[in-house]
Every structure is written in C-alpha cells, then in structure tokens.
C-alpha cells in the first residue's frame, strides 16, 4: 500500500516524540556526585556497577565490592577461613536477578551469589 501523506507525518511524528523525551527529562532535577577512596570507595578502579532494586548501587572494583546508599560506602572483602565472605577481591562483574540476589563474577574466576537477606556470599 502506497499512503501518499506518510512522508510528510513521520518526520513530524518523530519530531514530537523527540519533543516530548525532551521536555520529560528537562523537568528531572539529576545530581551527579564524585565518589573517591576519601568518600569511603575501596579502590578507584572501577570495573562495573548497577543499582539494584531497592536503589543500592553496587561497584565492583579492584579491592572489593561496594554498596553506596547515598549517604554511606559499605565495603565487603574476602576474608580468609569465612566461607560466607566475597571469594575474591578483585570483582569484574555484577548482576542483580529479578530475586533480588546479586551474582559477582571475580578475577579468579569463581561466581558469587550474594543473599541481600542474610547479608552473606555464596560461592
């Protein structure tokens, strides 16, 4: 089918969509801030994040996994002899499940499970 007008309309229709995207994110006020080992940040590499669904974001770096809650850096680290603890201090990768677990890939390539409600890993 041949629609004569559909040249004209589309560019029109993506131009007030485009608008209206626009228009939406300007009325968001959106704060930026630097974290840094002085905030409480294990390490300035960072290798990943993600923020879950409670809000947290998590940062995966080069000496252990940070949760950031706005205010505060909780750091967690392997220790050694504690099973419960992260396998390795070195986090490449991180992924929240629609659980709500977070899975933690390590540099020694073990996969983490950790259990928000427990406040403990799993290897």
Known sequence: MNFPG???????????????????????????ELLTAKDGLSNSYVNCL????IGFIW???????????GYEIKVYRNIPGDSSSLSDNVVWSLLEDHS??????TKGGKLNRYDPYLDKFEH
Request: proline fraction near 2%; aromatic fraction near 20%; charge should be negative.
């Open 6 to 32: 559909i040249k004209i309309y589309c560019p029109l229709i993506i131009f007030l969509v485009f608008t209206f995207f626009i228009n939406i994110s300007v009325g968001q006020d959106i704060k930026f």
């Open 50 to 53: 993600v923020q879950d669904q």
């Open 59 to 69: 940062f995966g770096t080069d000496d252990g996994l940070n949760r950031y809650d």
């Open 100 to 105: 709500g677990f977070m899975w933690i890939g």
